[in-house]
């Protein structure tokens, strides 16, 4: 079983960049690909990011060069670097992961941006 958690959130200035950390545990080899998605407040769910495990990444327009996604060395921790931060990209992000015996998803973690 995979175990995903993520770390890094917390609030910023618009313009500015925070970077979510998404690390897992468990049978990480069966991690196929991992996503990040966000919900804002009265929002649904949209999705915002992946990268394979070959390390191809995938970005929703609305953060294509804005935001980077990428993985460690050891592939067990995902990375979202998000730049130019502005108050739409207000909202709960989470990780998840496709693997062998389906979709696993993070716990989500708060990005507030505000002046």
């Known amino acids: 079983q995979v175990q995903l958690v993520e770390s890094g959130g917390g609030s910023v200035q618009p313009g500015g960049s925070l970077r979510l950390s998404c690390t897992a545990s468990?049978?990480?080899?069966?991690?196929?690909?991992t996503r990040w998605h966000r919900q804002a407040p009265g929002k649904s769910r949209e999705y915002v990011a992946s990268?394979?495990?070959?390390?191809?990444?995938d970005y929703a327009a609305s953060v294509k060069g804005r935001f980077t996604i990428s993985r460690d060395n050891a592939k067990t921790t995902t990375y979202l670097q998000m730049n130019s931060l502005g108050p739409d990209d207000t909202a709960v992000y989470y990780c998840?992961?496709?693997?062998?015996?389906?979709?696993?998803w993070g716990q989500g973690i708060q990005v507030t941006v505000s002046s």
């Open positions: 990268i394979t495990n070959t390390d191809d990444p």
């Open positions: 468990g049978n990480v080899r069966d991690i196929y690909l």
């Open positions: 998840n992961a496709d693997t062998r015996i389906g979709v696993i």
